[in-house]
């Protein structure tokens, strides 16, 4: 995995975690909507999709390639 991802992963991870409890109407979750969730973490509903569909892609290449000895994250 690289830098870039990594840090990408870091950052919103939480988030994203948070937006699919919403997409699926988990009970428990934190935000009932999107735009609260997005309001309270200061970004954009856009920008939140954005980065919903890239990491969504790195899950299906990684799935498709082999796992690498000490990749430390998964996804």
Same mark, same amino acid.
Request: hydrophobic share 35%; charged share 30%.
């Given at each position: 995995?690289?830098?870039?991802?990594r840090?990408?992963?870091k950052?919103w991870?939480?988030?994203? !975690? !948070? /937006? !699919? +409890?919403?997409?699926? +109407?988990? &009970?428990?979750r *934190?935000?009932?909507?999107?735009?609260?969730?997005?309001?309270?973490?200061?970004? *954009?509903?856009k !920008?939140?999709?954005? /980065? /919903?569909?890239?990491?969504?892609?790195?899950?299906?290449?990684? +799935?498709m390639?082999? +796992? *690498?000895r000490? &990749?430390g994250?998964?996804?």
């Open positions: 995995m690289k830098f870039n991802q840090i990408i992963i950052r991870r939480p988030i994203l !975690e !948070e /937006y !699919e +409890k919403i997409l699926n +109407k988990v &009970s428990p *934190s935000f009932r909507l999107v735009k609260d969730l997005c309001r309270a973490h200061h970004i *954009s509903n !920008e939140l999709r954005r /980065y /919903y569909r890239t990491v969504n892609g790195w899950k299906v290449i990684d +799935k390639n082999p +796992k *690498s000490g &990749s994250l998964e996804l």
